[in-house]
């Protein structure tokens, strides 16, 4: 059972443009929402968190949105650059124990 | 700070032997460490959890006697894959825990590709 669906599985976004990345979660025990960042052939990075006693957190280009009653929480990555083509996979866990991962979504910024 | 090695980053094997990875946490200690596959294109599946000082929790469909995990240290987290055949060959990545920092972050390791002949 799918606990973290996440869409799209592919985006292409211009250099500068926004890219937006969302997911959708199932079981309202989690509390704890992080954002991982996976180039080819490297582990997942973790880029951004956020629990869900906030609804919106913001660090440098990446923001998450966080909607507690709809079960949803996103991530926005301003002015996109080339750089910033990965593997995007969002998560949730409770308490931080084990994560249940989103399928991914590639991301690719044309320059 | 919440750095994670792995050992080793490459593998290749006959099928029927066994492998090692080694999953480290360098400047930290991890009373949990988690153990990962991921297929190319495709999302990470948590394989076991390893507790330090005790036995690891597989989830299920994963087989203990196949995958044996070793938490020996608060640093040092071994996966072994006993009687290796073609179709283990995957990516394996481990994460740990900083609970020292008050964080609930996981820092994953840098992944190992094994390749089984």
């Known amino acids: 059972q799918q606990q973290v669906k996440q869409s799209p599985q592919s985006l292409i976004v211009q250099k500068g443009g926004i890219s937006i990345i969302n997911c959708a979660y199932e079981?309202?025990?989690?509390?704890?929402f992080p954002w991982y960042q996976q180039f080819p052939g490297k582990g997942p990075a973790l880029l951004i968190a956020?629990?869900?006693?906030?609804s919106e957190k913001k660090e440098g280009r990446f923001t998450i949105s966080f909607n507690k009653s709809a079960k949803q929480f996103s991530l926005h990555i301003m002015d996109s650059q080339p750089g910033d083509s990965a593997t995007y996979f969002c998560?949730?866990?409770?308490?931080?124990?084990?994560?249940?991962f989103g399928g991914g979504t590639r991301l690719m910024v044309k320059p | 700070g919440a750095v994670v090695s792995q050992h080793p980053s490459w593998v290749i094997c006959k099928s029927g032997t066994s492998v090692k990875i080694e999953c480290r946490s360098l400047?930290?200690?991890?009373?949990?460490m988690f153990w990962y596959r991921q297929f190319p294109k495709q999302s990470l599946m948590l394989m076991a959890t390893?507790?330090?000082?005790?036995?690891?929790?597989?989830e299920q469909g994963v087989e203990k006697d196949k995958f044996l995990i070793n938490h020996a240290s608060l640093t040092l987290s071994t996966l072994t894959v006993t009687s290796a055949h073609p179709e283990d060959s995957s990516f394996y990545i481990c994460?740990?825990?900083?609970?020292?920092?008050?964080?609930?972050?996981?820092?994953f390791g840098p992944g190992t590709r094994l390749l089984v002949l």
């Open positions: 079981n309202t025990a989690f509390d704890y």
């Open positions: 400047d930290f200690q991890a009373t949990t």
């Open positions: 956020i629990r869900p006693d906030v």
């Open positions: 998560a949730a866990s409770n308490a931080g124990n084990m994560l249940t």
């Open positions: 390893s507790n330090e000082g005790s036995k690891a929790t597989y």
């Open positions: 994460s740990a825990r900083d609970t020292t920092r008050g964080s609930w972050g996981q820092y």
